[in-house]
């Protein structure tokens, strides 16, 4: 297995998808409230963000039967084309979505997001019920439950990857936001807010007394909130990943007749 190219190909497809999945499962509940509940604030409760992380379950749960049904029928190979391809689809499109949330105050937007965010989640959920199959067409069905066991070091992977990179972009991208928010605020006005100057900027950021909420207060009328806009860069960066898995997948051919055991006749 490790001296084959396919293992690795397969691993980082797996590792690729599975980042996505696991990164917007640790972040579904502060993402819902973050970005939706100051522009809709009636329908995104805490109630609806518990919903929201239930509804992924569910999308979880019935991609691991959904999926494994269709691939019966398609076939292993087209439907991880459907699941890399289709993934970068959903994740580069999430960020146009909240957009139309913001400026719409829609509804239906919000629902639409919502549908996107579960059927990425349902493919994550479909990638790992159809591997062992996908693994046993590819290296033959004698140590499907040892080569299962090694491609998980990839799941290991992506379970640390996903979660990471969301909150560390999402960190950095509210960074920038402060950075570029304070620029726009009265020096004076900044100064009697947290009793330091801007020049401590990076300090009080740190320490949590300088957030985009009290800028806020401060910032000129008609300023407008970065704070639904902190998960762009999270969807954009996953949505890349993902083009990775979707070009490794292309490269996996069927593994040479030379790697496979030779039966010898009785």
Partial sequence: MFKLP???????????????GMGLIGVAKPLMSEVFSGV???VVTAAFASSFILMLSCGNLGGRLGWAALSDKLGRRPTFHLFTFGSI???AALPTIVNQVIEQQSVASLMLFCGMSVTAISIFGGVYSILPAYESDLFGTKYVGANHGKMLLFSSTAAILGPVTFLSLRDMSEKSAITDLTAKVDPTAFTEKFGSDITM??????????????LMEIAPSG???PTPFLYHSSFYSIAGVLGIAALCHSMIRPVDAKWFEKVEAK
Avoid: W
């Fill in 223 to 225: 300023t407008v909130d």
């Fill in 40 to 42: 809709l604030p009636a």
């Fill in 6 to 20: 396919q293992f690795y190909y397969l691993g980082a497809v797996l590792t690729c998808v599975a980042s996505g």
């Fill in 89 to 91: 689809g959903i994740y």
């Fill in 201 to 214: 900027l990076d300090q009080l950021v740190e320490t949590k007394t300088v957030t985009l909420a009290k």
